[in-house]
Nanobody, 118 residues
Framework: QVQLVESGGGLVQPGGSLRLSCAAS????????MRWYRRTPGKERELVAI???????NYADSVKGRFTISRDNAKNTMYLQMYSLKPEDTAVYYC????????????WGQGTQVTVSS
């Protein structure tokens, strides 16, 4: 059974930090390109960061220099380290896994809420 389970969200003050985790099971994690998305009510879903199966990374301009995506294939887990958080980072954060070759293998987590507020 395929599962992606996000954790680590919560309430943090502006300027604070959080680390999100995405624990994967039921598929060969190392064969998948992993992404973090976020969604705010009334806005379109935004791609935040991507890490390929080979370890290459890319970021949305809005988070570049503040967020770091990483993965631990031995633990079947992806991370998003977030620094210098801003109120506009408030959203539900979702992890996504897509096979590096067979793109129809596409899985989503249930999301974790991040709220940045004083």
């Amino acid at each position: 059974q395929v599962q992606l389970v996000e954790s680590g969200g919560g309430l943090v003050q502006p300027g604070g930090s959080l680390r999100l985790s995405c624990a994967a099971s039921g598929f060969t994690f190392s064969d998948y390109v992993m992404r973090w998305y976020r969604r705010t009510p009334g806005k379109e879903r935004e791609l935040v960061a991507i890490i390929t199966n080979a370890g290459g990374t890319n970021y949305a301009d809005s988070v570049k220099g503040r967020f770091t995506i990483s993965r631990d294939n031995a633990k079947n887990t992806m991370y998003l380290q977030m620094y210098s958080l801003k109120p506009e980072d408030t959203a539900v954060y979702y992890c996504n896994a897509v096979h590096y070759y067979y793109s129809n293998y596409d899985y989503w987590g249930q999301g974790t809420q991040v709220t940045v507020s004083s």
